[in-house]
């Protein structure tokens, strides 16, 4: 399909909140956390891994996610990111019930960055509940980027990459993330994410020039909301996710809160510190 003739349209299903991927990322974050069961209300973005959607093999583009031109637009540009989004939270989710999803894209912009041509695509996603209530409102930011030139010699895997639980807690508002293969390995298949660039080294960084494999950005925005609930935080209304930098796995990674009057503010630091600027943002609005 060429770009001209693409056109956006809506996408409606229903679907099931399933508990079993549920039951995936309370183990993986291994907080301590209770694991919401059927009937308990899904924690901030936990919404990306209960409905998990798995494309059909035949239709993923190399990259490993479903080739463009059907739901989103034919971008030819290989990179892909998870720039960020807003979501409202207007009625609790249970796990285990039934939602009805409706999807669309509602924008596509053609830009040109400091690293080249660029597009963003922002995707609308609505979730009813099992009464038909509106219960979540999403818009999703996307961004397709130039790739950048293959790396002759990529950077060895960091040492600080052993399976354990990622986050660990050093002040009072303040946690360690640590990553590794298995971690990233685990999130993709519990979220159905095909995105090569989180568990296939040598496409990493052998094709779209990374200096090793790309931690998620969903992961790092669960990790932050997960901050709040850890510090019994009262529920979001609103949540505002961003990501500015790429984390890459096995990176030291630092997860900051600070309350401010509506809310609080979630800050993940990479390997520059604070001096350098955060990598990803939560901002939430509680009640």
């Not at 099931?16 to 549920?22: E, T, Y």
């Not at 069961?37 to 959607?53: I, K, M, N, S, T």
Request: aromatic fraction near 6%; include cysteine; charge should be negative.
């Amino acid at each position: 399909m060429t770009a001209s003739a693409w056109q956006p349209h809506l996408e409606t299903s229903t679907e099931l909140l399933d508990p079993a991927p549920v039951a995936a990322l309370a183990a993986l974050l291994d907080d301590g956390l209770p694991t919401p069961g059927p009937g308990d209300p899904l924690p901030p973005l936990w919404h990306w891994v209960a409905l998990p959607r798995w494309a059909a093999s035949g239709v993923l583009g190399v990259d490993g996610h479903p080739r463009r031109g059907s739901f989103l637009p034919p971008v030819d540009l290989p990179r892909r990111m998870f720039a960020g989004g807003e979501i409202r939270f207007h009625a609790p989710l249970l796990v285990g019930s039934t939602v009805r999803r409706e999807a669309e894209v509602i924008s596509v912009s053609e830009k040109k960055g400091r690293s080249g041509a660029l597009v963003v695509v922002d995707v609308q996603i609505r979730l009813f509940d099992d009464t038909g209530e509106l219960a979540v409102e999403e818009t999703q930011n996307l961004i397709y980027r130039e790739a950048a030139p293959a790396l002759e010699r990529p950077a060895a895997l960091p040492e600080n990459t052993v399976p354990g639980p990622p986050m660990h807690r050093t002040a009072d508002n303040a946690w360690e993330l640590r990553t590794d293969p298995s971690l990233l390995a685990r999130f993709s298949a519990a979220t159905a994410n095909t995105h090569r660039i989180h568990y296939d080294w040598p496409y990493a960084t052998g094709v779209e020039g990374y200096p090793g494999l790309v931690v998620h950005g969903p992961l790092q925005a669960i990790a932050l909301a997960e901050v709040h609930r850890l510090m019994g935080g009262s529920p979001a209304r609103e949540l505002r996710h961003r990501g500015r930098a790429p984390l890459f796995c096995g990176q030291p990674a630092r997860l900051l809160a600070t309350e401010v009057p509506d809310g609080v503010a979630l800050e993940l630091f990479g390997p520059g510190g604070e001096s350098a600027g955060p990598n990803a943002t939560v901002d939430l609005i509680t009640d």
